[in-house]
């Protein structure tokens, strides 16, 4: 085993030697047959380099600043208070900045770090490692940033933090910029990938809605990934080229793993792909290899960096890279041209999709591990292998986020073009695929450079790599909308590639056999005119829409949650607690600094149970029950919504208080409709009537035209 593993390294560290040494051997004679010097070539490709470079760099930039003056023509951030900056944090947001502002009052980081891994004063009646639980690395770099960087005295903290993410947003676009460039060897196609993602920006991004949310920090070190990966993988790399990306990919991984504590899935859709990469033959094995070489330090570095995060260790990536090495370490010591290698050979996808599994159930039940129990639940419901009345499943179900995506998205998609150019492009690399696919099995060998007059896109690795991986994301992405923030970006990277692409066109000219035309010739034409076309009227079209948008005023002004705000920071005592709905504790926790009881993250069973045991104001439930939940959890103020109290929801049984009344079976169903029923009525609704016996458990402190606080009694009057 360990001679061929030698033999591999040597075999690479040959033809890493002898790519070096042939690539400026081929371009001289190319250059001498179109009568072009080296130092002609060498100016060029350098004018080539620094151009594409300046226009990546400017693109990313541009985004960055578009975003800063949409941010602030939305919410008029430069000229309002801290408090009504903070309200526009909605939600997990809300949490997510507040940890922040926590870093940056401690006496040191060192304290701050210690303190949020020892939280007991957000949750009441919880300790909480807060940096694990809810990956709070983003938080903990930006702090070192902000103080380190002496920028106290130059800009605000809350400027310095979303400055952060719109830079990291423009760092997303100019990689994506770079990976169709790589692809199809003109920066054209990072350019209309741009124009493409921007237009399309209410499917590519969520930046709109949450500024901090985890996956705004970390998908641009995923498109970084994904960009080193595509020229990693290609094929006459030469070697200095080859030892960047790789590190590259290593550091990206990395990093792209502890910014988001669902990383883990995403990076196992890309192993799914390099392995249906690998079984095919259409990529140097090797190469493979290392990259999942390079997950299997990640995991480690991970699992040690989160606080032996358990999750890591029971992801299905670390089940599929293990099952991988395995069968071919089997494949390794097979001789050649042997019937079991043979045999070996025909089921190996089988094999290690079979110890995939099996590794995956083994370690689920021999490592202890927290991983959502209710995200299993959550899938076997939405694919209909169950049914239940349980208020958090049926509640997940009702959101936008996992639906099914609406026609609107398609619509979008094609009113920009971006749907028929990626459906057009994905159809050429596929059947292009296919037939290389084909030609494996009966025994082909691949060409070791293919050219532009064979037509044969699906020879190279780092198409089919993104042919695959955009399709398994599709899949996911028409079974959730959510996933089409995942999967929308690379479709304006595949479909740019393409239109841009001369190896596109003459594949499909070598299919229609154009012979009135020299293909060559006009596959080049096409690959310069197509894009430039596109480009003219996604301008003509898009722009003065983007202009508009950013030139109007929008107005967010949030006067009652305001008032709220500044009357718990003015009149409630420091040592309360406050109960609510967890999107609204989560707004209370940043703005005022005070204790709740329910925070809106959706990784925790315990806080599942609290937030529907909370929720629970909203049900037909006695004042007795409600009183009796509200002080196990120590909560000394109740905040009701009547946006949530009287919600009127497009679609009825997705309401909160619908979902509660078949949680809590309140619902009859008589001749296919369903009526609410309970002896007791809504708390919310009567606990504003004043009468006993809800005064005698709360009595109302403050009232606004959104809001309702109530004190919860501690000592109980019974008199009517």
Known sequence: MSSEAADLRQRKKQNCTESDKMAPEERNKENSKLGRSPKYMLIQRFAKLFFGCLAAVTSGMMYAVYLSTYHERKFWFSSRQELEREITFQGDSAIYYSFYKELLKAPSFERGVYELTHNNKTISLKTINAVQQMTLYPELIASVLYQASGSEEVIEPVYFYIGIVFGLQGIYVTALFVTSWVMSGTWLAG??????????????????????????????????????????????LNCSAEKFCYLLVNASTY????????????????????????????????????VYKIYLFSLFLGYLSQFENSALLVSPLLSLVAAFMLSKCLQMNMKKGTFM??????????????????????????????ENEHLLKFIEVKLGLNTTKNFTMNWLLCQESLQAPSQDFFLRLTQSSLLPFYVLVLIICLFSVTQVVFRRICGEPLKETVKLEDGRIGERPEIVYHVIHTILLGCLAMCLEGMKYLWTPYVCMLAAFGV???????????????????????????SMAVPTIIGFSLWKEFFPRIM???????????????????????QAPVAAVFAG?????????????????????????????????????YSKRSAEDIYKILTSYKANFLVIEDSICNEVGPVRGCRVKDLLDIANGHVVCEEGDSYAYSKYGRFCHEIKMNYSPYVNYFTRVYWNRSYSVYRVNTVISFQS
């Not at 192993?271 to 190469?287: C, G, M, P, R, W």
């Not at 229609?512 to 096409?526: G, M, N």
Request: hydrophobic share 50%; with cysteine.
């Open 191 to 236: 350019m209309l990938t741009v124009a493409w993602f921007i237009i399309n920006r209410t499917d590519t991004t969520r930046i709109d809605y949450s500024i901090p949310s985890r996956e705004n920090w970390a998908l641009p070190y995923f498109a970084c990934q994904v960009a080193a990966l595509t020229a990693y993988l290609k094929k006459n």
């Open 255 to 290: 990093t792209f793993m502890m910014m988001w504590e669902y990383s883990h899935y995403l990076l196992f859709v890309q192993a799914v792909s390099l392995f249906l990469l690998d079984s095919f033959a259409l990529a140097q094995t090797e190469k493979v290899h290392e």
């Open 341 to 370: 290698s043979r045999l070996l050979k025909i089921m190996y996808i089988y094999l290690v999709l079979t110890i995939t599994v099996t590794l995956n159930f083994l370690l689920k039940m021999f490592v202890p591990h927290k």
């Open 500 to 526: 841009c692409s001369p190896e596109l066109w003459m594949t499909l000219f070598k299919w229609l056999r154009l012979k009135a035309v020299h293909p060559i010739l006009l596959a080049l034409i096409l």
């Open 548 to 570: 508009t948008e950013l030139s109007e005023l929008q107005e967010f002004y949030d006067p009652d949650t305001v008032e709220l705000m500044t009357w718990i920071k003015r």
């Open 581 to 617: 709905s967890p999107q609204l504790m989560g707004v209370i926790k940043l703005c005022t600094g005070w204790m709740v009881s329910s925070l809106p993250l959706y990784n925790d069973d315990d806080l599942l149970k609290r937030n529907e045991n909370i929720y629970q104001i």
